[in-house]
């Protein structure tokens, strides 16, 4: 059994930064490559970066390439570092995981619930 819960979400300016957290329960964390989604209203989820389980592999969506991190350490969690916000960023972020994934289709066995990011302009 496998459980993520999210959290460092919030409301912040255009061109600021937030830092997003994803913690890992279950077992072999070690064996689980590891992604963050976004889903805007009305709007699809989208897959916006993923890293895999050795850390060696490291995708982003050409949205947010050059202005977010993905990163994971042994603790079990999963970061996204996300500098230069813009409006359009704005969405539930949701973190996931899987042992062979799509990487970016959002058809991933494990979800977390989601955290909200606002950027205003």
């Known amino acids: 059994q496998v459980q993520l819960v999210e959290s460092g979400g919030g409301l912040v300016q255009a061109g600021g930064s937030l830092r997003l957290s994803c913690a890992y329960s279950?077992?072999?964390?070690?064996?689980?490559?590891m992604a963050w989604f976004r889903q805007a209203p009305g709007k699809e989820r989208d897959f916006v970066a993923g890293?895999?389980?050795?850390?060696?592999?490291i995708y982003y969506a050409s949205s947010v390439k050059g202005r977010f991190t993905i990163s994971r350490d042994n603790a079990k969690n999963t970061y996204l570092q996300m500098n230069s916000l813009k409006p359009e960023d704005t969405a539930v972020y949701y973190c996931?995981?899987?042992?062979?994934?799509?990487?970016?289709?959002?058809?991933?066995?494990?979800w977390g619930q989601g955290t909200q990011v606002t950027v205003s302009s």
């Open positions: 890293i895999s389980w050795s850390g060696g592999g």
């Open positions: 996931a995981a899987d042992r062979s994934p799509n990487w970016y289709r959002n058809e991933w066995t494990y």
């Open positions: 279950g077992r072999t964390f070690s064996s689980y490559h």
